[in-house]
């Protein structure tokens, strides 16, 4: 038995060690808003944040986890009010929308240490891919986050 806090609230999982956090998310916690990807941890759909850390959950073993705390997109605000949330929309950044709760969380725990990026910081440090190919929207809307978190 795995013990997690996931979005506040103690989860018990009874899986192999070897299960990715992804799968246990989506599978075993039905919070679908994590999404499958590539599986090698190279696209970024499947961020979350594990011990405040932004991560790729489909490369991070279960059996790593106990006692760990992880937010999913559904953990981040319960009314989509949250600065990044409300600036993805006001830029209408998502086209096809499937990878976006990864650009989210990646893009929330990047505000922690870059509180006014520039271009180039989020071009070296926002590594999350984007099929529809919405990158402009994208570093806008971090630039209007980071207005929003500094008010």
Same mark, same amino acid.
């Given at each position: ?10 989860q018990n999982v009874d ?32 961020? @979350? ?10 490369? @991070?073993? !279960? ?9 999913? !997109? ?29 650009q989210i969380m990646a893009? @929330? ?29 994208l570093r806008r809307a ?10």
């Amino acid at each position: 038995m795995i013990k997690l806090n996931v979005n506040g609230r103690v989860q018990n999982v009874d899986v192999e060690p070897e299960m990715p956090l992804l799968w246990v998310l989506r599978d075993e916690l039905k919070l679908a808003g994590t999404k499958y990807g590539c599986g090698i941890a190279q696209c970024g759909a499947c961020t @979350v944040h594990i011990n405040g850390t932004a991560m790729r959950s489909c490369s @991070v073993p !279960i059996g790593a986890l106990d006692g760990a705390k992880v937010i999913t !997109i559904e953990g981040l605000s319960s009314d989509n009010n949250h600065p990044v949330q409300r600036a993805w929309i006001e830029e209408g950044v998502p086209q096809c929308g499937y990878c976006q709760s990864g650009q989210i969380m990646a893009v @929330v725990a990047f505000l922690k240490n870059f509180a006014k990026p520039t271009d180039a910081d989020i071009d070296a440090n926002i590594t999350n891919i984007c099929r529809c190919g919405t990158y402009e929207r994208l570093r806008r809307a971090i630039h209007r986050a980071a207005d929003m978190m500094k008010a």
